[in-house]
């Protein structure tokens, strides 16, 4: 089946650390995006990429960085930069980006990180 | 810029009623508008969207939504609500132009039996 692979589903880090957040399509989507859900806060996005070896800041971008080398992946690094990493975060796809605004985007399950 | 509004955080309906779940929005041209919904822990699953033609739209689960211009909204809604629908949904709006998509802060919908 096609679709979003996110991993790892919980993970706990210690102030000061890194962490990298895993996302794979096999959908052939084009566009891949990460957002941060929190509550009362709705979605918010982070960073998005229109194609491999491309990307662009979103609305929530300090503290954060990725990169898009295959098409099938998007991972996300929450540095230490980040004031207040603790979120639920979700990565989303759609066919590409800009075809008359209509895609729909495709969203993995989520990735739960707390900050110990 | 780009905006979307939900007016009510949470929503609680009789099973069976019908339900409606308010959007708003706010683009400088034609919008793209969407609804999506979210179970407990778990991603975002597409129900239904707005690009052009009829302004009553039909989507997965018995959903449907109405595309009001002069009004700049987008409401969800169904006939009959199930216990099952209780979830939490999102409008989300982008325009002609080559930015993302907005999501509102979501409405909480409990439905009960």
């Known amino acids: 089946d096609g679709g979003i692979t996110q991993s790892p589903k919980y993970l706990f880090r210690k102030e000061g650390q890194n962490v990298t957040l895993s996302c794979e399509q096999n959908l052939n989507h084009d566009a891949m995006y990460w957002y941060r859900q929190d509550p009362g806060q709705g979605l918010r996005l982070i960073y998005y990429?229109?194609?491999?070896?491309?990307?662009q800041k979103g609305d929530i971008a300090e503290g954060y960085s990725v990169s898009r080398e295959k098409k099938e992946s998007f991972p996300l690094t929450v540095t230490s930069a980040q004031k207040n990493p603790t979120a639920f975060y979700l990565c989303?796809?759609?066919?590409?980006?800009?075809?008359?605004?209509?895609?729909?985007?495709?969203f993995g399950a989520g990735s739960r990180l707390t900050v110990l | 810029a780009q905006s979307v509004a939900q007016p009510e955080d949470q929503v609680n309906v009789a099973e069976g009623n019908p339900l409606t779940v308010k959007c708003t929005y706010s683009v400088s041209g034609n919008p793209y508008l969407f609804w999506y919904v979210q179970y407990p822990n778990r991603g975002l699953q597409f129900l239904l969207k707005y690009i052009t033609g009829d302004n009553l739209v039909k989507g997965s689960y018995g959903f449907e939504a109405e595309f009001n211009k002069s009004q700049t909204s987008f409401h969800l809604k169904k006939p009959s609500a199930l216990v099952s629908d209780s979830a939490l949904y999102f409008c989300a709006v982008r325009d002609e132009g080559n930015t993302p998509l907005v999501f509102g802060k979501g409405t909480r919908l409990s439905v009960i039996a």
């Open positions: 989303a796809s759609s066919i590409d980006f800009g075809t008359a605004g209509a895609n729909v985007l495709t």
């Open positions: 990429s229109q194609i491999v070896n491309d990307f």
